[in-house]
């Protein structure tokens, strides 16, 4: 999961494993495997960046992913 900001004010956390395309139109819009739509405060280059740390991590072993 990474932390993003709304456009209009307001953190929240995002499933990266579901982003479909991002785009910037002008805003900064993600678009989900699941047809939902965020527009997003972060530049398009912002998020990419956020998805490919939090993966990094995960690779690492930094964030530990609990499966039961």
């Known amino acids: 999961m990474i932390i993003l900001n709304k456009l209009r004010g307001g953190e929240f956390c995002l499933n990266s494993d579901l982003v479909e ?30 998805i490919s740390e939090y993966r990094r991590e995960i690779n690492s072993g930094i964030i530990h992913i609990e499966r039961k």
């Open 21 to 50: 395309t991002i785009s910037e139109n002008p805003d900064t819009t993600i678009l989900l495997t699941n047809g939902k739509i965020y527009i997003v405060q972060e530049t398009m280059q912002e998020v990419i960046a956020k």
